[in-house]
């Protein structure tokens, strides 16, 4: 489980994201595993990648949290214009 890598000349150093949830060192709790079952897959290139990892250490936070975080405060955003 984890990152999966995609087949294929493009797709290397993590290009594909092959789960959206990505696992880390400081796993999901039950409780978490139990009210966050739904997934989403992306795709980022190597650059948006770090960014992104970067941004979520910088913040304090495992990656799935900070996506997670970042994608519902946009989507309420967004909803609500």
């Not at 000349?9 to 709790?29: E, K, Q, S």
């Amino acid at each position: 489980m984890g990152i999966r890598l995609s087949r294929g000349p493009a797709n290397f150093l993590g290009l594909t994201m092959g789960i959206f949830r990505v696992y880390t060192l400081d796993m999901a709790t039950d409780q978490e595993k139990r009210t966050h079952s739904a997934q989403l897959h992306i795709r980022l290139t190597p650059e948006h990648d770090h960014l992104v990892r970067e941004a979520a250490e910088h913040a304090g936070q495992t990656l799935t949290n900070w996506i997670r975080g970042v994608l519902v405060r946009e989507a309420r955003r967004e909803l609500a214009r």
